[in-house]
Protein backbone atom coordinates (compact mmCIF):
# COMPACT_ATOMS: atom_id res chain seq x y z
CA UNK A 1 0.00 0.00 0.00
CA UNK A 2 1.25 3.25 -1.27
CA UNK A 3 1.80 5.93 2.09
CA UNK A 4 2.44 9.55 1.19
CA UNK A 5 3.35 12.55 3.49
CA UNK A 6 3.74 16.13 2.54
CA UNK A 7 6.94 17.95 4.31
CA UNK A 8 5.38 21.04 6.75
CA UNK A 9 4.44 23.86 4.81
CA UNK A 10 4.83 27.34 5.80
CA UNK A 11 3.81 31.33 5.64
CA UNK A 12 5.59 33.36 3.37
CA UNK A 13 5.14 37.16 1.78
CA UNK A 14 4.34 38.07 -1.56
CA UNK A 15 7.04 37.09 -4.05
CA UNK A 16 8.82 34.74 -1.57
CA UNK A 17 9.40 30.65 -2.74
CA UNK A 18 9.08 27.59 -0.63
CA UNK A 19 9.62 23.92 -1.59
CA UNK A 20 7.02 21.24 -0.52
CA UNK A 21 8.29 17.45 -0.65
CA UNK A 22 6.30 14.59 -0.88
CA UNK A 23 8.03 11.17 0.58
CA UNK A 24 6.17 7.55 -0.65
CA UNK A 25 6.83 4.54 1.44
CA UNK A 26 5.55 1.10 0.41
CA UNK A 27 5.56 1.11 -3.34
CA UNK A 28 8.60 3.07 -5.64
CA UNK A 29 7.23 5.34 -8.08
CA UNK A 30 9.56 4.69 -10.78
CA UNK A 31 8.23 3.75 -13.98
CA UNK A 32 4.39 3.31 -13.39
CA UNK A 33 3.17 6.02 -11.37
CA UNK A 34 1.52 9.55 -12.21
CA UNK A 35 2.39 12.28 -9.30
CA UNK A 36 0.66 15.24 -8.47
CA UNK A 37 0.03 18.52 -6.40
CA UNK A 38 -3.11 19.43 -5.87
CA UNK A 39 -4.95 22.44 -3.79
CA UNK A 40 -7.65 23.35 -2.31
CA UNK A 41 -9.23 26.80 -0.86
CA UNK A 42 -12.07 27.36 1.09
CA UNK A 43 -15.05 27.53 -1.10
CA UNK A 44 -13.28 25.73 -4.27
CA UNK A 45 -13.02 22.67 -5.45
CA UNK A 46 -9.26 20.74 -5.13
CA UNK A 47 -7.57 21.96 -8.42
CA UNK A 48 -4.03 20.30 -9.53
CA UNK A 49 -1.49 22.34 -10.07
CA UNK A 50 1.39 19.91 -11.37
CA UNK A 51 1.57 16.51 -12.56
CA UNK A 52 4.81 14.22 -13.44
CA UNK A 53 4.65 10.97 -14.77
CA UNK A 54 7.32 8.62 -14.01
CA UNK A 55 7.79 6.56 -17.13
CA UNK A 56 8.92 9.30 -19.04
CA UNK A 57 8.67 12.39 -17.12
CA UNK A 58 6.55 14.24 -18.68
CA UNK A 59 5.01 17.26 -16.86
CA UNK A 60 1.87 19.56 -16.83
CA UNK A 61 1.13 22.80 -14.76
CA UNK A 62 -1.91 24.40 -14.59
CA UNK A 63 -1.73 28.03 -16.23
CA UNK A 64 -1.83 29.83 -12.60
CA UNK A 65 1.37 28.33 -12.03
CA UNK A 66 2.89 27.46 -14.82
CA UNK A 67 6.67 29.78 -14.67
CA UNK A 68 7.03 29.71 -11.26
CA UNK A 69 6.39 26.39 -9.60
CA UNK A 70 8.60 23.09 -10.41
CA UNK A 71 7.43 20.07 -10.19
CA UNK A 72 10.71 17.26 -9.82
CA UNK A 73 10.97 13.63 -9.29
CA UNK A 74 13.77 11.99 -7.33
CA UNK A 75 12.90 8.24 -8.04
CA UNK A 76 15.88 6.94 -5.77
CA UNK A 77 14.55 8.43 -2.83
CA UNK A 78 10.73 8.06 -4.00
CA UNK A 79 10.00 11.52 -3.10
CA UNK A 80 8.41 14.12 -5.26
CA UNK A 81 9.01 17.78 -5.22
CA UNK A 82 7.19 21.14 -5.67
CA UNK A 83 9.34 24.53 -5.71
CA UNK A 84 7.37 27.21 -5.85
CA UNK A 85 8.69 30.75 -6.99
CA UNK A 86 7.17 34.34 -6.70
CA UNK A 87 4.05 33.28 -4.74
CA UNK A 88 1.00 35.34 -4.28
CA UNK A 89 -1.95 35.48 -1.89
CA UNK A 90 -3.72 33.43 -4.30
CA UNK A 91 -1.30 30.42 -3.99
CA UNK A 92 -3.08 30.49 -0.38
CA UNK A 93 -4.65 26.90 0.53
CA UNK A 94 -4.02 23.19 1.61
CA UNK A 95 -1.40 21.23 -1.05
CA UNK A 96 -1.86 17.28 -1.44
CA UNK A 97 0.53 15.24 -3.06
CA UNK A 98 -0.88 12.75 -4.86
CA UNK A 99 -0.44 9.72 -6.57
CA UNK A 100 -2.06 7.20 -9.07
CA UNK A 101 -0.65 4.32 -11.95
CA UNK A 102 -3.80 6.05 -14.26
CA UNK A 103 -3.42 9.71 -15.24
CA UNK A 104 -3.52 12.41 -18.29
CA UNK A 105 -1.05 14.83 -17.68
CA UNK A 106 -2.01 17.17 -20.65
CA UNK A 107 -5.59 17.41 -18.83
CA UNK A 108 -3.84 17.75 -15.09
CA UNK A 109 -5.72 14.30 -14.27
CA UNK A 110 -5.07 11.40 -12.16
CA UNK A 111 -7.34 8.28 -12.16
CA UNK A 112 -8.81 6.35 -9.95
CA UNK A 113 -7.16 4.77 -7.67
CA UNK A 114 -5.55 7.57 -6.41
CA UNK A 115 -3.74 7.76 -3.20
CA UNK A 116 -3.20 11.19 -0.88
CA UNK A 117 -1.09 12.63 1.22
CA UNK A 118 -2.42 14.29 4.47
CA UNK A 119 -1.71 18.22 3.01
CA UNK A 120 0.01 20.66 4.34
CA UNK A 121 -0.82 24.59 4.66
CA UNK A 122 0.40 27.09 2.04
CA UNK A 123 -0.17 30.99 3.91
CA UNK A 124 1.20 33.65 1.30
CA UNK A 125 0.40 36.92 2.98
CA UNK A 126 1.99 40.27 3.93
Known amino acids: QLHLVESEGGSVQPGGSLRLSCAGS?????????MGWFRQTPGKDREAVAI????????NYSDSVLGRFTISLDNAKNVVDLRMNDLKSEDTGTYYC??????????????????WGQGTQVTVSS
Open 26 to 34: GVAFRGTYC
Open 98 to 115: AASQSCAPALLVLYPTTH
Open 52 to 59: IYSGDDTI
